[in-house]
């Protein structure tokens, strides 16, 4: 059984200023019934296999979920279809994996980032196409109708701005093992670019995981999103973040 956890570890704050905090663990993944000791470890490759046996099992499905915008409708919709395939590829004996949606979204997206990229990401673009992948970074309108639900496209934008600024640094954190030494020292490297991402006010905090998940994801659209001079962000960039 897999059960859909709240986006409770990852979330924008408004406050003094803008800061990044980046996370030592992950409360967004947890293995049912709990270990005392080494759950996130032990649930972490269960995960992943889990993750990959639904992109084979339902391609096109999750290619459809990367293009909907967090938070809407028509992420809900799809979300929603998954679970008989996740039930299907969780084995029952291992008791039940929880996992937020931004968890399965990067956990989807980060094995097509491999397939699709597997010598890492594009440069940074130079100007005038900078000008139109900083647009590409922006929050997306429509994940503000209805109000209330614009953070988790919020969220999506601060990594997208992440990997406009670092492609090279991301590439580097993506080809770590996730919960690894490796994987630490990179996103500690990545702490200043976050802060810079924020606008003046707003606290980013996610979990070592979710925030993979949030840079996979941001790294898939810009590769593929790159090189045709980030034209995608026609489809409804909001105005301001």
Wanted: contains cysteine; glycine residues 8%.
């Amino acid at each position: 059984m897999r059960k859909f956890l709240p986006a409770a570890a990852l979330f924008l704050a408004f406050g003094a200023a803008a800061t990044a905090q980046i996370p030592t663990s992950s409360q967004d993944l947890s293995i049912r019934p709990a270990r005392p000791r080494g759950d996130v470890n032990r649930a972490e490759p269960i995960f992943r296999q889990t993750i990959a046996c639904v992109v084979d099992r339902a391609g096109p499905r999750t290619r459809n979920l990367l293009a909907t915008i967090p938070g809407t409708a028509d992420e809900d919709r799809i979300l929603a279809s998954f679970q008989s395939r996740l039930d299907w590829c969780f084995a029952a004996s291992e008791g039940g994996l929880s996992f937020t949606n931004d968890l399965l979204r990067g956990g989807i997206a980060e094995i097509y980032y491999h397939r699709a990229l597997p010598g890492g990401l594009p440069a940074a673009p130079a100007a005038p196409t900078a000008a139109a992948g900083t647009t590409w970074a922006q929050p997306r309108a429509a994940a503000f109708s209805p109000p209330g639900r614009g953070q988790y496209e919020m969220l999506h934008s601060v990594a997208r701005c992440v990997v406009l600024r670092q492609p090279a640094a991301v590439s580097t954190l993506l080809a770590t093992a996730p919960l690894s030494a490796g994987e630490s020292a990179a996103l500690r490297a990545l702490q200043g670019d976050l802060s810079a991402c924020l606008t003046s006010g707003i606290t980013f905090t996610a979990s070592r995981q979710s925030l993979r998940g949030l840079l996979a994801e941001a790294a898939l659209h810009y590769g593929e999103d790159a090189a045709g001079g980030f034209v995608r962000v026609a489809q409804g960039a909001a105005a301001s973040r």
